[in-house]
């Protein structure tokens, strides 16, 4: 099993780093430390295969850690990622010339983390691989002549079936070996090769560089870390490899040439940088998206607080942007959040976040503020620009309220800004819009419309307000209705019928969506069992689940009670959780999944693609489906990145064995091309909106009788 080693002087660092490490691989043994001191003891009887070390610690910083660490035999080609600060750059150098494979960047993104990890273990393995094997080969060169030419044979054999491009050059940069693999990369044999300089194998540019390297090889003695490099081909294409170089001796124990070794690690990065881009920006503007703002708050709160400096975080809801969405449609709507995008990017310029919020909500992270002042200016330039007073202007019209909170005086935490700044925007809409308003630490009306709302819930619940809504999930390839899905809707006495958008997230955050989330868990079951008992078959029943459910609930035990008490079979329920709920990974969750699974429901992952999407979760836990979110199918027949994104996400899922639904299926050209890419299930407004009970009944007898449109 690879060794992980983690040396940091930070107990919640070696926290993370650990959890993190324990996701690269099976069976991944982590050591950790909290000085270097420690870890050259244990490492002087024991091996690692990956190190990772913080920069700044007692007794012993980084370099000189790796300085250490290089001093060992057994650990001169051990990759080794040292953590440094954004303005560490001195560290940084100092840390490459005692020998570092690579740097992470503190504070440590996850993605990036788990990425250049996983990278540098796989050249880990490649590497003893061949050293092994080299050294048993070693080991028959001994024999009679006869074996030692079988031996030369295999070593060759070996090279030419490694998953690798191998060379070695003499110390004038000829070529005295290439392998299959690699010379076949430029249509060549390895004899073509042999005895020419390493330009005509890799090229001029990265001939120059790599004899370069070779130099400092030859300085040192010594092999040199791992690193990523990217290759353009004479066609275009783009490959990334993991590339590393040693030195070769003759019988004399004299370097007498180099060793190259490159993997190609570019379908594994491309897919890392699929996913990450999924998880950090929004498919409709492309800006950053709520979770890669909060990362950005996260930094500058941590840069202010090196240095003092204050910046402002403005949130931006459009006015009237519904009455657009009902004048003219979904389409007009979604072509002016674009506009609004791409306008308040060219105007902030690169030195300015712009993300969008969701819905028509955008935000604007203003770094090194003199004061509120300079907030407030561009708040009005950003809405002189919403609103177009310069007739010339290509920019949209429409109006804007604008909330605005400066760090660190209204908050130290991204949550806390973000609030603010929302309820700030709330204010500037409540007084008619097209404003702008700070945060204020007495704003109560917008509290006390939260609080009422809260206390119309709890009533709800007691006056039986709530309903379901139901729609239907379609097989792609039969066109049958194989279930459908239960849709919260709330009757509200004064504000009719509600849909969840209104009301769940402050459920969610004043914990009232347990009780109601239990009632939607057996209602769809009680429903599902009596559509059953009359007749209508084996309709799967989807129901959503929250993450605060599993914080709060033993949703398993939950989950069988309901079961029992219903009759319904559990093979037919179909529990969809958010990607929340298993990023937020730990021993209760993964105990009620298990008992999820034992009672034989199904368990499905929704809108996917939308949060923190990893494969690692995915692998880990039982899942059967994953949902594509409708945002990324409404625009699938006109923007090739939409198509690329859920592509990307079917072939993902039929890879790990799990079936693929896409919701938000609203016309003909959507549903065709779904097919085509082999999506497996789909729902959405062409075949039927969240209708209720009986009229889903009726929607149903009405299509099996031979009147649905064929999809």
Partial sequence: MPAVLIIDDSTTNRRIYSELARQLEPNVYVETFEN????????????????????????????????AVRALPHLRDVPIIVVTAYDDRKF??????????????????????????????????????LADRAEQLEINLSAKDQLLRESREALAQVIDTVPAFISASDLDGRCV??????????????????????????????????????QLVLRTGKAIAPREEEVVTPGG??????????????????????????????????????????????????????????DHLRRELARGRRGNQSFALHFIDLDRFKAVNDAHGHHRGDQLLQDVAESLTRLLGPGLTVARLGGDEFAVLQPDINGPEDA??????????LIGEDENSSSPRIGASIGITVAPLDGADPDDLLRNSDQAMYLAKSVGGNTVRFFAADMAPLASQRAQMESDMRDALKRREFLLHYQPLVDLRSG??????????????????????????????????VPINEWVLREACRQGMAWRQAGMG?????????????????????????????????????????????IDYNETVSEQMRLLRSLGVSLSVDDFGTGYSSLNYIRNFPLQRLKIDRSFVKDLAIDPRALAIVRTIIDLGHNLNLKVLAEGVEEVCQLQTLRAEGCDEVQGYYFSRPVPAEMFVQWLAHREGGNNPTP
């Fill in 538 to 582: 084996d309709l799967r029943m989807a129901v959503n689940l929250s993450p605060v459910q599993f914080r709060r609930q033993k949703v398993g035990e939950l989950v069988r009670s309901v079961i029992e008490e219903s009759g319904f079979a559990p093979e037919l329920l179909d529990l969809e959780l958010t990607e929340g709920i298993l």
């Fill in 376 to 385: 407030e200016r561009l708040a009005v330039t950003i809405l002189r620009m």
């Fill in 480 to 513: 049958s209705v194989i279930g459908t899905e239960a849709l919260l809707r709330w009757a509200h006495p004064q504000h009719g019928l509600l849909a969840p958008g209104a009301f769940l997230s402050l459920a969610e955050e004043s914990g009232l969506i």
């Fill in 177 to 214: 070996l290439v392998n299959a693999q690699q010379a076949a990369s430029i249509g060549k044999v390895p004899n073509d090769l042999v005895g020419q300089p390493i330009e005509s194998l890799i090229g001029e540019e990265r001939g120059l560089l790599s004899r370069q390297l070779d």
């Fill in 36 to 67: 270097g001191t420690e870890a050259l003891e244990w490492l002087a009887e024991q091996r690692a295969d990956l190190i990772i070390t913080d920069y700044k610690m007692p007794k012993m910083n980084g370099a000189e850690l790796v300085r």
């Fill in 237 to 294: 294409e783009h490959y990334i490899y993991l590339t590393n170089k040693a030195p070769l001796h003759d019988g004399a124990g004299r370097i007498s040439g180099i060793l190259t070794t490159s993997i190609d690690v570019t379908q594994r990065r491309q897919i890392e940088l699929r996913l990450e881009y999924l998880a950090n920006h929004d498919s409709l503007t492309g800006l950053p998206n709520r979770l890669l703002l909060r």
């Fill in 92 to 129: 940084r150098v100092a840390s490459l010339e005692a020998g570092a494979t690579d740097f992470l960047l503190s504070p440590v993104d996850h993605v990036e983390f788990l990425a250049r990890s996983r990278n540098l273990l796989k050249l880990r393995r490649q590497h003893l691989l």
